[in-house]
């Protein structure tokens, strides 16, 4: 007699598989699927958990996150389900959300959609700040600490940031370059070091850059020069050396340049005499080298010209006469020679002048007691060395200014 137990159990399987078949095959019964996590209407940031509860009489084989009618290709397969949505490649604003559950039949339900509002943040110094919506933060004198996060460049729609007289350490990040929108940058008085980054240069729509009083290094790029919007510069009391590059004269719209308390070397490059826009000149306490050309003239404009402590020779020029709207006029402890241009007495609008500590020769003009408008006693500084002290100018001295001649070397007069 033959055994027919394994054919018997071969056709067991092949039948019991083909009912399982069958069985899929004839299913037309959809799965049930609901969020449950967020809230229609939450406003959502960063990456988020869509959490959702799905079955199905025959079971669930998937469930998949759909965004504004498109797939993200977020799946899960297991339970609990849950799906992550990464909303930082999305703008901000209003997105519908569901989520497709897929049965082991290949039968489909779309959950009831709900509406997350996408509103993109920055967390900095603690604070919470829309991406979307920040166009100005102001944290002047605030009392921060610390260095300046690299995430402040997620804010691109930024126009105006100040943080300056705070205790902020540390280099400028890169990432700051990523604000193109920026027309004020003000970063002074903390204690930021090292050098200006490369990317600071993008920043095409400046109109101020105030990095002053900080403890800065390295030179100043020629790519400065990109900045042609710029109206206000001011890098004063830093550590910055190098020389002053040519491209600065880009910057045609200049009305303030400070370059004071640094540690420049070179001369004073001859493209700064055409930015004839120039309401402030601020060189001082640097190692400047060179003359003062008559292009000087030029800046018809100024009323504060800067110029002491450096190591600037040559005679000052007569077209210092032309610079009519001058209220202060600085060229102490230079090594200036020559005698000192009758057309000084031009600048009647002048309340500040000092000239000592140089090397000037001859007279003194009669034209200077044209500048009645003089205050030989000014209160906001000490000055040890004042006027016209420490020359080699000649008496007699015209009577306006007999007074603050002060000590002289008469050696070379006659």
């Known amino acids: 007699m033959k055994r027919l137990y394994p054919l018997l159990f071969i056709s067991v399987l092949i039948y019991w598989g ?15 699927v609901t969020i449950t996590s967020p809230q229609s209407g939450s406003t959502v940031s960063d990456s988020i958990t869509i959490t959702c509860m799905s079955s199905d009489n025959e079971g669930v084989e998937k469930v998949e996150l759909w965004v504004n009618g498109v797939s993200t290709g977020v799946i899960d397969n297991t339970e609990p389900y849950s799906l992550n949505w990464n909303t930082t490649t999305h703008e901000d604003g209003s997105f519908t959300i569901i989520v497709r559950s897929y049965d082991l039949s290949g039968n489909t339900t779309d959950s009831e959609p709900i509406t997350l509002v996408v509103y993109k943040t920055v967390e900095l110094w603690g604070v919470v700040y829309s991406v979307g919506n920040t166009t100005e933060l102001n944290l002047y004198n605030n009392d921060l600490t610390g260095s300046i996060p690299p995430e402040i460049g997620n804010l691109t729609n930024l126009t105006d940031l100040n943080l300056s007289y705070n205790q902020l350490t540390g280099s400028i990040p890169s990432e700051i370059g990523n604000l193109t929108n920026l027309t004020d940058l003000v970063l002074w008085g903390n204690q930021l070091t090292g050098s200006i980054p490369s990317e600071m240069w993008n920043l095409t729509n400046l109109k101020l850059l105030y990095l002053r009083n900080n403890l800065l290094t390295g030179s100043i790029p020629p790519e400065i020069g990109n900045l042609t919007n ?38 004073i490059p001859e493209s700064i005499w055409d930015l004839v826009e120039l309401v402030r000149l601020d060189l001082d306490v640097n190692q400047l080298t060179g003359s003062i050309p008559s292009e000087i003239g030029n800046l018809t404009n100024l009323t504060d010209l800067n110029l002491q402590s450096n190591q600037l020779t040559g005679s000052i020029p007569s077209e210092i006469g032309n610079l009519t709207n001058l209220n202060h006029l600085f060229l102490y402890f230079n090594q200036l020679t020559g005698s000192i241009p009758s057309e000084i007495g031009n600048l009647t609008n002048l309340t500040y002048l000092n000239l000592s500590g140089n090397q000037l020769t001859g007279s003194i003009p009669e034209s200077i007691c044209e500048l009645t408008n003089l205050n030989w006693s000014p209160d906001f500084i000490d000055w040890y060395y004042s006027y016209l002290y420490h020359n080699q100018l000649c008496p007699p001295y015209p009577s306006c200014v007999e007074d603050y001649v002060g000590e002289q070397d008469t050696s070379g007069c006659d």
């Open 18 to 32: 083909c009912e399982e078949e069958h069985s899929h095959e004839h299913d037309t019964t959809p799965p049930t």
């Open 230 to 267: 710029l109206i206000t510069l001011r890098l004063g009391i830093n550590q910055l050396t190098g020389s002053i590059p040519p491209e600065i004269g880009n910057l045609t719209n200049l009305t303030y340049l400070n370059l004071w308390n640094n540690q420049l070397t070179g001369n």
